[in-house]
C-alpha cells in the first residue's frame, strides 16, 4: 500500500506535497479505487487552473483561493465512507489546533525574547495570545484553512503560509496594492502596528509598568524599522 501511495501522488508537486498526502491517505485509510479517483480530482484541477485578474485585490484573490480549495475538498468527500468523512474532520481539527499552538508558541518565543517575564506572566501572556490567534483566525474567509500548508491539500491545488494570508488580509480590497510593493509593505506595518497595540493594551494587567514601557519600546524600534513610524498610543 505505501507503494501504491508514492505511486498515487508521484506527479502531486514536492516531495513534502507527497508526504502530506501519504500521511492523509494513510490517517483515512483510503481504497485503492479512492486513490484512482483523488488522482482524477487532482488532474482536473491541474487543467484548470485558477484564474486570477489584474483588478483583483489581495483579498479578492485570497477569497477565490479559498473559494478554489473548497470547491475541491467538497468534491474529495463525495468519495469518502461516513467513517473516512469523521477521520477527516478529526484530522483538519488537530491540524487546526496544531497551528493555533505553533503560532502563539512563535509570537511567545519573540514576546520572551523583548521582555523579561516571571513563569506566572509568561502563562497569562500565552493566554493572551492564544485568545488573539482564535480572533484573528476567525475573520479569515471560509476555506482558508484549507490553503494552510498544514492542510492535507497539495500545492497544486492551493497552499500559503499564515503570515502570507495575513499580508493578503491586511492589503484588503485596494487592488493597486498588488502592483505597489511600498504601498503594501506599509498597510502590512499599519497592520503589525494595530497587532502591537491591541497585545500592550491587552497585557497592561499582567505585565509591570516597566514590563511594558519595555515591550512598546521594542515595537516602536520595529515600527521604524519597517517604515511605519510613530510611537504607539501611551493608555
Known sequence: MQQRLQRAFQDAGSVRDRAKLVRMAEALGL???????????????????????????????????AESAKAFDTKFRALLSPEQTAALETLGAR????????????????FISKVDVSLEQRDAVAEVLSNFAATETSKLPPGAELLMESSYLPRAVGSINDSSIESMMAMGDEAASVLDPIAAGRKIGELQRERTLARATAL????????????????????????????????
Do not use: C, W
Open 31 to 65: 481504497t485503492t479505487e479512492q486513490l484512482d479517483q483523488f488522482e482524477g480530482l487532482l488532474a482536473k484541477q491541474l487543467e484548470h487552473p485558477l484564474q486570477t485578474g489584474p483588478g483583483d485585490s489581495p483579498k479578492a484573490r485570497l477569497e477565490k483561493m
Open 95 to 110: 491540524q487546526a489546533e496544531n497551528r493555533r499552538v505553533a503560532r502563539v508558541q512563535r509570537e511567545l518565543a519573540d
Open 204 to 235: 497592561e494587567g499582567i505585565l509591570t509598568p516597566a514590563q511594558l514601557a519595555q515591550y512598546r519600546a521594542v515595537a516602536e524600534a520595529q515600527n521604524v524599522f519597517n517604515g511605519v513610524g510613530g510611537a504607539l498610543p501611551k493608555p
